[in-house]
């Protein structure tokens, strides 16, 4: 390494760098193959939103101009949609955005953040990048152990990430359970409510945790509209949380976090009830197609509550992820997250899933 990286602070140059699912051009560079389906990152394999990609051709004419910073438009629809106030919520690009200003706003040296085993890659490293200190509790059954969690809570700790359902493993905690959860964490530490993949659930599953801010001061819920609204490329996401927690983060917040298109992009997906509905029934339909398959393949799954399945397909995962991309599925392998003998496999479209399908089942029954 270099001097100047050298005299880096030793808390950043042990950060593990993110690992993103490969992108279907590299792949398609390597191996010159035509046909590449990607399953990797929890994408929407609907595409965007119609009604997103209309208001991204109207905005287009605008482009000159800097974005508003404050995402007036696209907050007063979220607060009208979660009933909060505009001062309740935060932007960001993407919500790994968000949890980065909540690391940036709540932790330092000499703090600790717990989050749980098998948890989004992200806490970690942004808890990291601070030189605070990451407190990983041991998960149960591969997912939260939320008492454990309250467990490991010292003087030092300023905040706790719980992703709800948690990515790769797909894990769901009901909504009394993080009720219970809230109430026992002690006023002064900050709970993340990660629900990247809450327009996914079933509606018996659902739980309003927005609605728990008039209860809990010491809550961010996070949400995305890189999943379910299909719109991942241009990063957005957002925040919700009591009025003086949203406003240390916009001291810590880019003045234009949030890029033009981004914004009226995602004003138009919210409201994109139809867009939204066959994602869910999509999504629905492909993970009993990938759950079918792996019992007939004798291959145990974690039972997922997201766009995804993480399935065990042993020692040799790694291989068998190398043979899927040689023959052109692209799908994630989760050893950095521990889980060496899992791959993780986002719910495509039905074809998509059957050709995923037909390439593991050559791959383990040749
Ligand atoms: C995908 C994901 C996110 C969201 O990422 P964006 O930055 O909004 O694209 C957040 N949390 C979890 C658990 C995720 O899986």
Known sequence: MIDLCELSAQYIKTIAPYQPGKPMSELQRELGLSTIIKLAS?????????????AIQTALKDLALYPDGNGFELKSALAQLNAVELNNIVLGNGSND????????FLSHDTEAIYSQYAFAVYPLVTQATGAKGIVVPAKEYGHDLAAMLSAITAKTRVIFVANPNNPTGHFIHGEQIKAFLKAVPSQILVVLDEAYTEYLDNDLTY??????????????TRSFSKAYGLAGLRVGCGFAH?????????VRQPFNVNQLALVAAEAALHDQEFLHKTKELNTAGLRQLESACTELGLRYLPSRGNF????????????????LNRGVIVRPVA???????????VGLASENQFF??????????
């Open 243 to 251: 009025s003086d927690v949203i406003a240390l983060m916009n001291r």
């Open 309 to 324: 399945l993480a399935i065990e397909v042993g020692h040799g995962a790694l291989e068998i992820y190398q043979q899927l």
């Open 336 to 346: 950095n997250y521990q889980l060496p003998t899992f791959l993780r496999v986002s």
């Open 357 to 366: 399908i037909d390439q593991l089942s050559t791959i383990i029954k040749p």
């Open 98 to 105: 968000v949890l980065e200003l909540v690391a940036r706003a």
């Open 42 to 54: 929890n994408e929407n394999p609907l595409g965007p939103s119609p009604l997103a990609l209309a």
């Open 208 to 221: 309003d945790a927005i609605s728990w801010l008039r209860e809990f001061d010491n809550l961010i819920i």
